[in-house]
T-cell receptor, first 109, second 120 residues
Framework: GQNIDQPTEMTATEGAIVQINCTYQ??????LFWYQQHAGEAPTFLSY??LDGLEEKGRFSSFLSRSKGYSYLLLKELQMKDSASYLC??????????WGAGTKLIIKP | GAVVSQHPSRVICKSGTSVKIECRSL??????MFWYRQFPKQSLMLMAT?????????EQGVEKDKFLINHASLTLSTLTVTSAHPEDSSFYIC????????????????FGPGTRLTVT
């Protein structure tokens, strides 16, 4: 079957760095997306990885290891507005996104 | 960037009535649109995939006669919740994929802002 595993909740301090891990099992693989979702709102795109390695985009970076079925999202210089859920969504062989429950990130002052 | 709108943003209806939700891609042509439902603190659940000009593909367990999907044009898909019941109360979100018909190409799904449905 297809499965996503992320921590349910994480807490970090404003200004710090946090890494959100994601392991996945899918039927085929066509890349992996990270989305941010604030409470009561729709998801917004953060990153897309299809090749192994680190993709850096401002304060956010995303890493992928296809052989390990593993990805992480790294958030630097945390701000209060980063409090949200972070969704790891791999794309399967049919180009369908597989969604987990996401990781709720709580930022404390 | 690609923008997807959804209307209405919130709707309250009485049990037994039907509700239509519209999803529009504003600056690109979306050959494929997706309809999701999300209950509080749960993951996005794909309900159906809608392709322009053809019947929608429903996920297992989703009643196609209850959740009617119409994708009549490259910029508009509608979801009609028929004979709504309180258990249908949820956050409904659409997304669209630009598969190159507008000059762009991406597997990214662009999400609408969502529709919060409350059935009383």
């Amino acid at each position: 079957g297809q499965n996503i595993d992320q921590p349910t909740e994480m807490t970090a301090t404003e200004g710090a760095i946090v890494q959100i891990n994601c392991t996945y099992q899918t039927s085929g693989f066509n890349g992996l997306f990270w989305y941010q979702q604030h409470a009561g709102e729709a998801p917004t795109f953060l990153s897309y990885n299809v090749l192994d390695g680190l993709e850096e985009k401002g304060r956010f970076s995303s890493f992928l290891s296809r052989s390990k079925g593993y990805s992480y999202l790294l958030l630097k210089e945390l701000q209060m507005k980063d409090s949200a859920s972070y969704l790891c969504a791999p794309m399967d062989s049919n180009y369908q996104l597989i969604w987990g429950a996401g990781t709720k990130l709580i930022i404390k002052p | 960037g690609a923008v997807v709108s959804q209307h209405p943003s919130r709707v309250i209806c009485k049990s037994g009535t039907s509700v239509k939700i519209e999803c529009r891609s504003l600056d690109f042509q979306a050959t494929t649109m997706f309809w999701y439902r999300q209950f509080p603190k749960q993951s996005l659940m794909l309900m159906a995939t809608s392709n322009e000009g053809s019947k929608a593909t429903y996920e297992q367990g989703v009643e196609k006669d209850k959740f009617l999907i119409n994708h009549a044009s490259l910029t508009l898909s509608t979801l009609t919740v028929t004979s709504a019941h309180p258990e249908d109360s949820s956050f409904y979100i659409c997304s669209a994929r630009d598969l190159g018909t507008s000059g762009g190409f991406s597997y990214e799904q662009y999400f609408g802002p969502g529709t919060r449905l409350t059935v009383t």
